[in-house]
C-alpha cells in the first residue's frame, strides 16, 4: 500500500511538472495569431443554425452535422471568446484539423497570452479523433504525453463536466478535405442532464443572498411610485461590495446581474423554463422596473448586461441590432433609445465583470449612485418606431456612414459617465 502511495504521489507530481513546463513555454508576450475577432449580422445567422441543428433529432436517435472550415472556426471563436479576448484558427489539411489557439491572460510576470497549437486526426480508422500533434508555444511535445496531460487537467478541473456532456452523444466525426461530418446519439437523458447542468444558475446558492435581498426590496417598495431599475441595483452592488474581494468581485458581479436580470425580464426569463419552473410563486409582489419612465430600457439594459457578463459584449451588441431590425420587419420598430439602453448594459457588463479591479471600481460605484442617471444616459431624442422602409430610407444599413456616425454618438454618450470612465 504504501508502495502505491509513493508511486501515485510520484506521478502526481510528475504531472503537474510537466504541466507548469508547457504553462512556460506556451505563455509570452506575444499572440501567434491576432486579436479581434469580430462577429457580423450573417455570423449570428450562422451561428444560430449551427446551434440548432441537434435539437432537429429526436431523443433516441442517431443524427448527423456537417461543419465546413468557416463553421468551425465561428463556432470556436464564439465559444472562447466566452470566457476571455482570444483567437482561433482551423484549418483543415490532409485529412486532419489544425488548431492555433491564443488566449489573453490575466496580469502576471510570465506573459499576456497563452499559445498553443495542435492537430486532431483520425489514427488507424478510428471513429474519434485524436490529437497527432501539439505545441506549447515553441515547444513540440509528443502527442500521447499532450493527450494525457490534457485528458487528466479536463477530468480533476470544473471543466470535467462540461467535456462530459458535450462528448458522451458524439458517437463519430470524419474529417474529409473540406469539411468534418459528426455523428451523434440524442440521448433522452444527456438532454435533460445538460438543461439542468447548464441552467444551474438561477438555483446556485451562492445567488440566494442576492435573491433574498432582492425579496426584501420588492416586499418594501411603495407601490404608488414607479420601481427605477437604480433602486434594485444599487443595494445589491453595495451587498456585493461587501462579500467581495479581488479573488471574488467578478463571480459576485455576475450573481447580482443575473439576479436582476432574471426578475427584470422575468417573462422573458419563463419562455425558457418547463411549464412547472415557470409558475409564479404565490404571494410574492412583482413590479416593473423602469428606466427612464420606461419598462423596455430597463429590460434592454439588464439583458444585454446578463448576456455581456454571462457570455461576451460583442455577442450582446449584435443581438441588441438583431433584435432592432427584427422590430423593423414587423414588430414596434426598429429603436436606437432601445439600442442606446442595449449598448449601455453592454458596457455596464463589461466592467463588472473584465477585471477584478473594474469588477471592485463599479461595485464601490454602484453603491452611491444618485438614480439611474449615474449609468445610463437619456436616450429619449434618439430616433424610434421606424419599420423596415423608414430604417432603410433613412439610414440604409447598420454599415451605411449615418448609421454609424448615430451609433457613435450613443458610444459617446456613454462614455462621458463618470462610472464608464
Not at 470524419?174 to 438561477?202: P, V, W
Not at 418594501?220 to 441595483?233: F, G, Q
Not at 474581494?245 to 458581479?253: K, Q, R, S, V
Not at 445610463?376 to 448609421?403: C, I, Q, T, W
Amino acid at each position: 500500500m504504501k508502495l502505491l502511495l509513493r508511486l501515485s504521489f510520484h506521478l502526481l507530481c510528475a504531472l503537474l511538472i510537466l504541466c507548469a513546463v508547457i504553462v512556460f513555454f506556451a505563455v509570452g508576450d506575444e499572440p501567434d495569431i491576432a486579436l479581434g475577432w469580430t462577429l457580423t449580422h450573417e455570423d449570428i445567422i450562422r451561428a444560430k443554425k449551427i446551434l440548432h441543428e441537434g435539437s432537429k433529432t429526436k431523443p433516441e436517435a442517431l443524427g448527423t452535422i456537417e461543419l465546413s472550415k468557416d463553421d468551425l472556426n465561428l463556432a470556436a471563436n464564439y465559444l472562447l471568446n466566452r470566457y476571455s479576448k482570444s483567437a482561433v484558427h482551423i484549418s483543415l489539411k490532409d485529412n486532419k484539423l489544425k488548431f492555433i489557439v491564443t488566449t489573453t491572460l490575466p496580469e502576471n510576470s510570465l506573459g499576456k497570452y497563452l499559445n498553443i497549437t495542435f492537430r486532431l486526426g483520425n489514427v488507424e480508422g478510428s471513429q474519434l479523433p485524436t490529437i497527432t500533434k501539439f505545441k506549447a508555444g515553441k515547444l513540440l511535445l509528443p502527442a500521447n504525453l499532450a493527450a494525457f496531460v490534457i485528458d487528466n487537467v479536463i477530468r480533476h478541473s470544473s471543466l470535467n463536466e462540461y467535456f462530459i456532456l458535450a462528448t458522451r452523444p458524439i458517437k463519430a466525426v470524419k474529417i474529409d478535405a473540406e469539411k468534418i461530418t459528426i455523428t451523434y446519439f440524442s440521448n433522452l437523458g444527456t438532454l435533460i442532464q445538460a438543461k439542468n447542468f447548464l441552467t444551474h444558475g438561477a438555483d446556485d446558492p451562492a445567488m440566494a443572498v442576492y435573491q433574498q435581498k432582492l425579496a426584501d426590496i420588492i416586499e418594501h417598495h411603495d407601490p404608488k411610485w414607479r420601481l427605477s431599475l437604480a433602486e434594485i441595483l444599487k443595494p445589491l452592488f453595495e451587498l456585493a461590495y461587501q462579500r467581495s474581494t479581488l479573488d471574488n468581485a467578478i463571480e459576485e458581479n455576475r450573481f447580482v446581474i443575473i439576479t436582476v436580470n432574471d426578475y427584470v425580464n422575468k417573462k422573458e426569463t419563463r419562455r425558457f423554463l418547463s411549464p412547472q419552473d415557470a409558475k409564479p410563486q404565490t404571494g410574492q409582489h412583482y413590479y416593473s422596473a423602469f428606466l427612464y419612465k420606461r419598462v423596455d430600457l430597463a429590460q434592454h439594459f439588464i439583458g444585454s448586461a446578463a448576456i455581456t457578463a454571462s457570455v461576451n459584449g460583442q455577442v450582446s451588441q449584435v443581438v441588441g441590432e438583431e433584435k432592432e431590425l427584427s422590430d423593423a420587419q414587423g414588430g414596434s420598430g426598429f429603436s436606437f433609445i432601445d439600442l442606446a439602453a442595449d449598448k449601455a448594459g453592454t458596457r455596464f457588463g463589461e466592467m463588472a465583470t473584465s477585471t477584478p479591479e473594474n469588477a471592485r471600481k463599479i461595485q464601490q460605484a454602484m453603491s452611491v449612485i444618485r438614480d439611474y442617471t449615474d449609468f445610463m444616459p437619456d436616450p429619449r431624442d434618439l430616433p424610434e418606431h421606424m419599420n423596415e422602409a423608414d430604417f432603410k430610407s433613412r439610414y440604409g444599413s447598420v454599415n451605411s456612414s449615418a448609421y454609424q456616425d448615430l451609433s457613435r454618438q450613443i458610444d459617446e454618450r456613454i462614455a462621458a459617465i463618470p462610472l464608464y470612465q
